[in-house]
């Protein structure tokens, strides 16, 4: 070989052999992450995320595990050689970082995404699903939306903040729109998938406001799928040279003629119009609202017109005031509901405020033997206080004493005594802990609408394990997940979702195969729970003269006991609707009601919409974890019907 090109062959050599052996050493593995709501993501609450993953080694399997300070979720992948995926994933985040590690049989990767944004669960944010992202960015020239726990202090005043989605990545759970207060139906919306559509049923029924728009061409109101949401049918296109509604809404003349595409069958909704045309229709749909506007604001000439902002924010009106979960916040402890909803009471029969677990049912006596969240646990300064006399007793005084008599031996004796003697006391007050059973006490609401087959538990359950160990809670149809826990922080009174000794896994439905407990553990765990009981129940309405006519069904097994019909902001109390019974009540529309009656949530927006609810106790019914005995004593839930008929607006 030529001399010369001997040391140039060598650095080539060894050039390749470092090539070779890096790439042997990088991992085969690519993992992506990225907020599913372009512009503005709240660094507090349920944030969804797209994790998009990528395999270029060999055939891998494992799991992906989503964790942030408090909340851990894993997610079961199999990954082959070449293979593409995304998850769409729900972490809880409070203004940290969210981590996203994929741990498999063929290496791990790790990828990580710190919120940034300072929006909390205050903040007024509205969401549309489009193809043409950008669209509502004229909503931040609206000003600052007061909320309940801004209005005495207008300098805290938060603006609106406007969030975008692609039809394709629309969170497939009602769960993931936790922070949305208002969701826009844009273009290219009428082709989100079916489970995106029912997780928007979902969460307007859970107090969301869902809002379609008219204009030349609509098709989201035209799709099948969403008739039985709408607030207004029969469209016709019509074109107007200016409207006195819109100018009396945004204080800005409409000064070029647009298109509406016009309703003509109001179906009993709420509307504003100009004469006989109708600009905008609504409807409520469960705790939230559905608002059809004719006009689109989205597309010329109306994208240019000076007062859009102010008119869409007087539209979505109370929308922005509170989050869609504030009502709701009795009822189960979640994270985003506290600071606007302290207030907040809700006209439902079962115990007044916010019931807790551990809270007897009125009427219903505790059976101690049987009850193991009647029995306390010393407090913590009486267990230290044992302790110290413990060792004050056995180390101090019985050496003392044994040597000043000089019988120093006899601690061998002693100590063992007196060491029984105050583990006696201790088990004392736990002792009745060691004989309970395994028992679960649950308390919540169900909210169904007549029509719709699934209904929706929000609430919690206090578990007691008496022995240590992994347990599968044996949990179906979860939309969302946290174990609760006093939040270690002073300054701040909210909780924190804690999910990290659930162990939940997400495989296209959440379960807790694996929670893990010590022995005489307590465990209480908030969540939301999509259940198949809607046939059985069904509310109808109709007017005769001056009297609202309400037929409720029981198809149920149970009975419904402290049953309570509204219409409006009218209410009667029907006792127990017996299972199979259907009851017919007549409400005097002329009647008078107090204001202070009709401030609910509920029965505020029953009165704007003239639409109709019962209310009752549900018995028989066990939701969340199924293991152990249920607590009959200490569960309570509470079922509330919304009937689809409404009557207009009659206050």
């Not at 080694?57 to 079961?76: C, H, N, Q, W």
């Not at 972490?91 to 741990?103: C, E, Y």
């Not at 249920?630 to 207009?648: I, M, N, P, Q």
């Amino acid at each position: 070989m030529n001399p010369t090109l001997k040391h140039p062959l060598r650095i080539l050599a060894a050039a390749a052999l470092a090539s070779i052996l890096a790439s042997a050493s990088a991992s085969a593995f690519h993992v992506e992450m990225e907020p599913l709501f372009q512009a503005n993501q709240h660094a507090v609450g349920i944030q969804p995320m797209a994790v998009d993953l990528e395999n270029n080694g060999p055939d891998a399997k494992g799991v992906l595990r989503i964790s942030t300070g408090a909340f851990s979720m894993e997610y079961p992948v199999e990954l082959p050689r070449g293979s593409k995926k995304r998850l769409i994933t729900y972490p809880v985040t409070d203004f940290g970082t969210i981590i996203a590690s994929l741990d498999t049989d063929q290496g791990r990767e790790i990828k990580s995404f710190a919120t940034t944004n300072l929006s909390t669960e205050n903040t007024p944010s509205v969401l549309l699903i489009s193809d043409e992202p950008g669209g509502l960015a004229f909503l931040r020239n609206a000003g600052p939306v007061p909320t309940p726990t801004t209005a005495g202090n207008p300098n805290t005043a938060r603006p609106i903040e406007d969030n975008y989605c692609s039809p394709a990545d629309a969170p497939p759970r009602s769960v993931g729109y936790s922070t949305i207060r208002a969701v826009v139906l844009g273009t290219g919306a009428e082709r989100i998938s079916d489970a995106t559509v029912e997780a928007l049923k979902t969460w307007t029924l859970a107090g969301g406001t869902l809002v379609f728009v008219g204009g030349a061409s609509a098709p989201s109101v035209s799709d099948p799928r969403w008739q039985s949401v709408l607030p207004a049918t029969k469209f016709v296109p019509k074109t107007v040279q200016t409207s006195d509604t819109l100018a009396g809404l945004g204080q800005e003349t409409t000064t070029e003629p647009f298109t509406l595409l016009e309703p003509q069958d109001l179906q009993g909704a709420s509307a504003r119009a100009d004469g006989s045309t109708i600009i905008t229709a609504e409807s409520g749909f469960g705790m939230g609202r559905v608002i059809y506007m004719a006009f689109n604001p989205l597309e010329a000439p109306l994208s240019h017109w000076a007062g859009r902002s102010r008119a869409i924010q007087n539209i979505l009106g109370s929308s922005l005031l509170q989050s869609p979960q504030a009502a709701l916040a009795q009822y189960s402890r979640e994270p985003l509901q506290f600071q606007a909803a302290a207030s907040i009471a809700f006209p439902v029969p079962g115990p007044a405020g916010a019931p807790d677990a551990a809270t007897l049912v009125p009427g219903m006596p505790s059976v101690a033997n049987e009850d193991p969240f009647d029995t306390k646990l010393p407090p913590t300064g009486q267990v230290f206080g044992v302790l110290a006399g413990y060792f004050i007793a056995v180390v101090p005084l019985n050496f003392l004493i044994l040597r000043k008599f000089k019988r120093g031996e006899l601690a061998w004796f002693t100590a063992p005594i007196l060491s029984l003697a105050f583990a006696s006391v201790l088990f004392k007050s736990a002792g009745n802990l060691y004989g309970q059973k395994m028992s679960t006490a649950s308390q919540g609401i169900m909210l169904v609408r007549d029509g719709l087959p699934e209904a929706l538990f929000v609430g919690t359950t206090k578990v007691f394990i008496p022995k240590g160990g992994n347990y599968d809670l044996h949990m179906t149809g979860i939309d969302s997940i946290g174990a609760l826990e006093d939040n270690p922080y002073d300054y701040s009174y909210r909780t924190t979702n804690n999910s990290l000794d659930l162990n939940p896994v997400d495989n296209g439905e959440i379960t807790v195969p694996s929670m893990h407990a010590s022995n005489l553990a307590f465990r209480e765990i908030t969540y939301r729970q999509h259940v198949s009981i809607g046939s059985q129940y069904s509310l109808s309405m109709h007017r005769s003269g001056a009297f609202a006519v309400c037929e409720l069904k029981n198809r149920g097994s149970s009975d419904l006991a402290n049953a309570t019909v509204f219409v409006g902001k009218r209410s009667q109390a029907v006792g127990t609707i017996k299972a199979g019974e259907t009851k017919t009540v007549k409400l005097d529309l002329t009647a008078p009601f107090s204001e202070q009656s009709g401030g609910s949530p509920l029965q505020s927006a029953l009165g704007y919409y003239g639409g109709a609810a019962v209310a009752a106790t549900l018995s028989n019914f066990r939701p969340g974890p199924q293991i152990g005995d249920e607590v009959a004593t200490r569960s309570h839930v509470t079922l509330l019907v919304f009937s689809k008929d409404a009557l207009g607006g009659i206050r």
